[in-house]
């Protein structure tokens, strides 16, 4: 059978959706993949800006304000523009208009004072080249002539601050070089080589500026100009007055521009980007994904460099154009692709149906359009019904989850903010640092990852059985028989599960807090004088650092003058035990309560059974009580594990992950901090925001959980379908 009909209108249909199914005569469902054709090419075009043919305009695109205000300026004689009033002000301040160097730049650009052709443009320009024809004649013998009046200055400075330092020194405010010359002299040596060098670089700044501007205002041109726009920024009935800083700061701009075109060619390429600025949704959200931006946050200084042109009273200033945001990329880039990836889907459709309809009807098999989507609505209903659905989800849950999966494979991180910094992307070298004795930056990602991750194995492990077996107890204890008023203990028992798991976690940082009631009682009860004995008090921290403190140190300090529940940086295991004893408090009414149905509903023949066998108490807790409550509740043993892990509420609230945790030695991770609550810090903290390493932890943090509770869960016996009994 020949299969190149087909192909060519598969090929067809690849080129203009709805082409092939028109050879198929399948006018309908043409009309159907043209129409998502044309929504698809409406999208991009419309949201792009393909067919304009000007060129790339910075001023308008990333420069506020309008150059004097736009053409239109108004003196007080009527409504004039500014290129047809300067000329003539030039002639009122003594230029002549035969001026030879004014005329050679009318001749140039071919128009006279009298020619509407004259604009503003041109007269900036004409006052550029003015600036660079003067900057390039003097710049060498200003620069030498500012250098030499600094270090005249920088000289004198330092000798002031050398005779201060000779009176503080000897404590006599009347000392100088004179009356202590070997003093004085030995203080003048100690601080000449760390304050001559600054001061000289920063006084010849400041003086090659104001010479700068001096020899620049002795042009007349460039001092009438000055002269003008001072005048009619206070003129009244000129609209010099409502001009905005931000139009004179573009206004500079582009004189400086004019008069430096290398610098305007340096700053326009770099912002010339077609994919950014005319990209449609599609193309631009590629490119954004790609490369996450290409031009960064970036302060223009140059309107500071011809402020001298400013009326007075007006002051310049630097300007910042916002780069490309590498993060509103990445998130414009995912959202474009995941809504490409369904024209994809459709487009693929559109394809293979052009191929399938044209074998059917070559075979002889005619399906008409109705039976085609009678079928297609009786086989895929289920998908109809929950494509809604299913975008809904692609966007609120599936694109933020892969922003936060795709942010561990960059380096956005305190050095890399946006819009001032750009993100880049970085493969795995996030993962592997934690492989590495550097951790793959000046932070020991690598070191302190494993310290943390194995806490939190050891927290989530110790919180779940200790509230696990802690509730076992005292179920077992509340269902004996030879218990009274079960039901009051019960009640009583179950109260710190119904309060606010927050508010005890702050309850308990006020009791267990230096000055707090448990320490107040410790110290008047006379224990706290046994510690100090003992050597667990008595001694302040910080005598006891990690290089002094002894083993035995760790093990046994407590504190300085009451126990240090919360913040022993010397003994931290104090610390970690400490709390997942005071989780018992918050945790085990939830499993008490929990196994008491599960003992109740144990048939009480099988206890009666054992019983006539000869059995003691203890052989029934071990072979019937303990076996059935741990089959009926192994999955929440896990599920709680999992919980555990991400605890992040007794942690933060209690220990703030504390103590330690404030450096970059510890990756800023405290001594308590579970991995969740380490994230929680590297995203929060705006001395931190380490948001690549942290997405990394959080993806980590899946896997881990993920695995352990599928694994575990696959185990019990609550999940096999062989019977208990």
């Excluded at 610098?263 to 390429?269: E, G, H, K, L, T």
């Excluded at 070191?447 to 076992?472: D, E, I, N």
């Excluded at 000055?515 to 046994?530: H, P, R, S, W, Y």
């Amino acid at each position: 059978m020949n299969k190149l009909p087909h192909f060519l209108k598969a090929f067809a249909s690849s080129i203009i959706w709805g082409l092939g199914q028109v050879f198929n005569k399948q006018f309908v469902k043409a009309a159907i993949f043209l129409l998502i054709f044309v929504s698809f090419l409406g999208i991009e075009i419309s949201t792009g800006d393909y067919f304009n043919s000007k060129p790339f305009d910075l001023y308008a695109s990333k420069i506020a304000g309008e150059y004097l205000g736009s053409e239109a300026i108004r003196d007080n004689s009527g409504n004039q523009s500014f290129s047809q009033e300067f000329p003539r002000w030039l002639q009122f301040n003594n230029i002549n208009p035969t001026d030879t160097e004014w005329q050679t730049f009318l001749s140039d650009h071919k128009f006279n004072t009298s020619d509407n052709s004259v604009n503003t443009d041109k007269i900036l320009t004409f006052v550029g080249q003015r600036i660079r024809s003067i900057h390039e004649a003097q710049k060498d013998a200003l620069l030498a002539q500012a250098t030499t009046i600094a270090e005249g200055e920088a000289l004198t400075y330092v000798e002031g601050q050398a005779t201060d330092a000779l009176r503080i020194q000897l404590g006599d405010p009347t000392a100088t070089k004179v009356t202590h010359p070997v003093e004085w002299q030995a203080q003048f040596d100690r601080l000449y080589p760390s304050l001559y060098p600054t001061r000289l670089e920063n006084r010849t700044l400041v003086n090659y500026d104001r010479l700068y501007k001096n020899k620049m205002l002795e042009d007349k041109f460039l001092s009438g100009l000055q002269d003008y726009f001072s005048l009619k920024s206070t003129q009244p009935g000129s609209n010099f007055i409502s001009i905005t800083g931000d139009d004179w700061n573009e206004t500079l701009l582009r004189i400086y521009y004019e008069a430096f075109p290398e610098d305007f060619a340096d700053v326009y390429n770099t912002y010339d980007n077609f994919y950014y600025e005319r990209g449609g949704f599609f193309l631009k959200g590629l490119w954004s994904i790609l490369t996450l931006g290409e031009a960064p946050q970036r302060t223009i200084e140059a309107s500071s460099k011809v402020s001298f042109l400013m009326p007075d009273g007006k002051i310049a200033f630097n300007y910042v154009i916002s780069g490309h945001n590498s993060t509103q990329l990445l998130l414009r880039g995912l959202i474009s692709t995941l809504t490409l990836l369904f024209f994809v889907f459709l487009y693929v459709w559109n394809i293979k149906d052009a191929y399938r309809t044209s074998v059917e009807r070559q075979s002889g098999k005619k399906i008409s359009e109705r039976e085609y989507f009678k079928e297609l609505y009786n086989n895929s209903f289920e998908y109809i019904v929950l494509t809604p659905a299913i975008i809904l989800l692609t966007y609120i849950t599936v694109m933020p989850i892969l922003f936060s999966f795709l942010i561990a494979f960059t380096n956005y991180n305190n050095q890399h903010i946006p819009p001032a910094q750009l993100v880049d992307w970085v493969g795995i070298k996030n993962f592997t640092s934690l492989f590495s004795i550097a951790g793959g930056s000046t932070i020991p990602f690598g070191q302190v990852f494993w310290k943390v991750l194995s806490w939190t194995l050891v927290w989530a492990v110790g919180a779940t059985f200790t509230c696990f077996f802690g509730g076992f107890i005292q179920a077992v204890i509340i269902n004996n028989k030879r218990v009274v008023f079960r039901k009051a203990w019960r009640a009583v028992l179950i109260l710190p599960w119904a309060v606010p798991a927050l508010v005890s976690q702050l309850m308990f940082k006020v009791i267990f807090h230096g000055d707090g009631i448990v320490n107040k009682f410790l110290e008047t009860a006379g224990i706290n004088d046994f510690l100090r004995s003992i050597g667990s008090l008595g001694r302040p921290m910080s005598e006891l650092t990690v290089a002094t403190a002894t083993f035995m140190d760790r093990i046994i300090y407590l504190g300085d003058q009451s126990i240090n529940w919360l913040g022993n940086e010397v003994n931290p295991w104090f610390v970690r035990i400490f709390i997942i004893v005071l989780n018992i408090w918050l945790g085990f009414p939830y499993f008490m309560a929990l196994m008491s149905g599960v003992m109740t509903n144990i048939s009480k023949e099988l206890y009666e059974a054992s019983e006539i066998d000869g059995a003691t108490p203890l052989v029934q807790f071990k072979s019937i009580t303990m076996p059935l409550v741990l089959y009926q509740t192994s999955p929440l043993l896990i599920m709680t594990f999992a919980g555990n892990f991400n605890n992040f509420g007794m942690i933060y609230f209690i220990t703030g992950g504390g103590p330690g945790g404030g450096n970059a030695q510890r990756a800023y991770a405290g001594y308590t901090d579970i991995l969740i609550s380490w994230i929680y810090k590297l995203t929060t903290d705006d001395n931190i925001r380490w948001y690549s390493m942290a997405s990394v932890f959080s993806i980590l943090i899946f896997l881990i959980i993920g695995s352990i509770s599928a694994w575990n869960f696959l185990r019990t016996k609550s999940f096999k379908e062989e019977d208990m009994m």
